[in-house]
Structures are given as C-alpha cells and as structure tokens.
T-cell receptor, first 117, second 118 residues
Framework: GNSVTQMEGPVTLSEEAFLTINCTYT??????LFWYVQYPGEGLQLLLK?????DKGSNKGFEATYRKETTSFHLEKGSVQVSDSAVYFC????????????????FGKGTSLLVTP | ETGVTQTPRHLVMGMTNKKSLKCEQH?????MYWYKQSAKKPLELMFV???????ENNSVPSRFSPECPNSSHLFLHLHTLQPEDSALYLC?????????????????FGPGTRLTVT
C-alpha cells in the first residue's frame, strides 16, 4: 500500500541555516505530493504541492521537487527564520493502509523544526 | 470569515456529557473531513463526506457521530467519551472527486478543537 516516510525530528537549526527535511514514499500509480506545516496551536496549512514527476512546488522560500526515480519529495529552504519553527508533514494522495478511500491523504508522522536566534 | 473555521477551539467535557464540534468552510468545496491528532501518533482520518454523503467511516467508535447537513457545514457529535479520546480534532475540506478525477485533491484544514475528556 501507499506510505510516506519522513526523517525523525526534532531538527534544531540556527537562524539563516539551510534546511532539508527528507520525505520518501511508496505508491501505486501517480500520486500528488504535498507538504503541510503546523504552527503551535494551529491546524495544518498547505505549504506546497507537486502533481507530477519533476514538478517543483515552492512557497515562502520553501521548495520541493517530485522525484519519481528516487520516490522522494524533500523539503528545502535556503535560510530559515525563527518563525519557521513548526511541525512539517509530507503527504501523498492515495489511501493509507487502513483506508480504502480515494479521498484519503497519506500523511507522514511529521518532523518538528526548531530554529534558534 | 475565510477558509475553514472550527468551534469551539477548546472543549473540556466529562465522560457522561454530550457535546458537538462544528466546522464551516468558506472555500466552495464539496468534500469535508474529520481527523484526530493525538500526541506522538500519526494523523488519523475519521470520516469523509462528499456531496453531503458519507464516503468513509474509518472504524471509528460509535460514540463519535458525524453530521453533514450541507456542503459547507460539518458536525461531530460526541457522547460518553473516554479519556483516550482527548486529542486535537481537525476539520478539513477539499474539492470532491469525480469519475474522471480519482486522485485526492489537497485539503484545507481548520485550526482544530482541542478536546480534553475528564
């Protein structure tokens, strides 16, 4: 079945450091891929998406490229800020193992990022 | 109001109480979702409604009862909950799937209701 694997956190970086959060997936067919961000005390916000191989999603300085050959969708940012401290979720369209619904997004477990001044 | 709103933001209830969570979306979507987010556990999909019909009931205990009166509103009715039901309950919405589009669209989430069962 479909699955998403994210690097374990927490990730702690100094302000202006380079960020990479790894995400790999297994899926049948051609899923869409997403990154969501959850700030403390809030719901998940869509950060960026890519719908086909070699697409690059980008938003607020974050980027991720849909790599079908390596089944990856790593999130990167060139210079993080304290305000980027949050939990980041990788997700793909296509049901997780405990669902048959075409509506389901398959979420990773989340990676916590802490950026210090 | 814009996006997806949820009320209340915080709720404390006893195990014998009955309460309801409300979600409203202002995005023109016609699919809505309930998720449960517990500490140190993956996000759990509970229910999906598409065009006001329930299309997913992910083995959720009957003490959780969803209701979708129209495509903009979604409720989660709670009764005789257990302490392990304490969690953040998230509502989301998206475009509905069609026979031509079978790959899930991105979902837009509300801020959640932090539920504590005492």
């Amino acid at each position: 079945g479909n699955s998403v694997t994210q690097m374990e956190g927490p990730v702690t970086l100094s302000e202006e450091a380079f960020l990479t959060i790894n995400c790999t997936y297994t899926a049948t067919g051609y899923p869409s891929l997403f990154w969501y961000v959850q700030y403390p005390g809030e719901g998940l916000q869509l950060l960026l998406k890519a719908t086909k191989a070699d697409d690059k999603g980008s938003n607020k300085g974050f980027e991720a490229t849909y790599r079908k050959e390596t089944t990856s969708f790593h999130l990167e940012k060139g210079s993080v800020q304290v305000s980027d401290s949050a939990v980041y979720f990788c997700a793909l369209s296509g049901p997780p193992s405990n669902s048959n619904s075409g509506y389901a997004l398959n979420f990773g477990k989340g990676t916590s990022l802490l950026v210090t001044p | 109001e814009t996006g997806v709103t949820q009320t209340p933001r915080h709720l404390v209830m006893g195990m014998t109480n009955k309460k309801s969570l409300k979600c409203e979306q202002h995005l023109g979507h016609n699919a809505m979702y309930w998720y449960k987010q517990s500490a140190k556990k993956p996000l759990e999909l509970m229910f999906v409604y598409s065009l006001e019909e329930r299309v997913e009931n992910n083995s959720v205990p009957s003490r959780f009862s969803p209701e979708c009166p129209n495509s903009s509103h979604l409720f989660l009715h709670l009764h005789t909950l257990q302490p392990e039901d304490s969690a953040l309950y998230l509502c989301a919405s998206s475009q509905a799937l069609t026979r031509q589009i079978t790959r899930a669209y991105e979902q837009y989430f509300g801020p959640g209701t932090r539920l504590t069962v005492t």
